[in-house]
């Protein structure tokens, strides 16, 4: 049986779009490939016409979400500024909606004990991430706007994590609030 134009794209979009999800709700680890594929509505056998391991998936998953959540951030600071940007990252709604969510906050722990390949993709969308927080920023040094870049992203990231690790929730909620007034402190 032949399939229509588009349809090994298609699969594979889907793919991506689970496996992004559940990576950043379960964790890489936890995720298993029969798993995933089922939640995909796919077969096991159809994960190697696109992907050579679980790790050519990661790689892939790490490229496509970090896009997306990109585009999310760019979107909201185009519209509404930056300090709508921060409060929609330090929200209750992001922080308990990991599979949805910020890829670092989501992966970090997880891609540092990944081969260098997937960390050095990661390493390159990390850049990416923070020159684009950068070019947000209001001062007018390139390397004091990278480093405040450097201090927001690595602030709000830590704070998703700990208000996720956290089970009392007004601590989770007063770790959210304390980091977006640091937050909107460093970019004045």
């Known amino acids: ?9 298609q699969t594979r979009k889907k793919i991506l779009e689970v496996a992004g999800k559940k990576f950043r709700k379960d964790g890489v680890g936890a995720v298993g490939l029969a798993t995933l594929m089922a939640d995909a509505g796919l077969t096991n056998g159809a994960f190697y016409a696109h992907f050579k391991s679980k790790e050519d998936l ?11 959540s990109e585009t999310s951030l760019q979107e909201i600071a185009r519209v509404n500024g ?9 929200s209750p709604q992001h922080r308990d909606n990991p599979s949805q ?6 992966l970090v722990s997880e ?5 260098r390949a997937t960390r050095t993709i990661y390493t390159k ?5 923070l020159e684009q927080l950068a070019s947000l920023l209001a001062e007018k040094d390139p390397a004091t706007r990278k480093q405040t870049a450097i201090a927001l ?5 830590g704070a998703v994590q700990l208000a996720r690790a956290v089970t009392d929730k007004e601590l989770s909620d007063e770790i959210m ?3 977006l007034a640091g937050a909107l402190s460093l970019i004045g």
């Open 111 to 115: 891609i540092a004990r990944h081969p």
């Open 1 to 9: 049986m032949r399939y229509a134009e588009g349809h090994k794209d």
């Open 82 to 90: 930056l300090e709508s940007a921060l409060r929609a990252y330090l």
């Open 153 to 157: 992203y690595s602030l709000l990231v």
């Open 58 to 68: 990661l790689k892939n998953v790490v490229c496509s979400i970090f896009d997306e």
């Open 101 to 106: 969510g910020c890829p670092t906050a989501a």
């Open 177 to 179: 609030d304390s980091a």
């Open 125 to 129: 969308k990390i850049e990416e991430v």
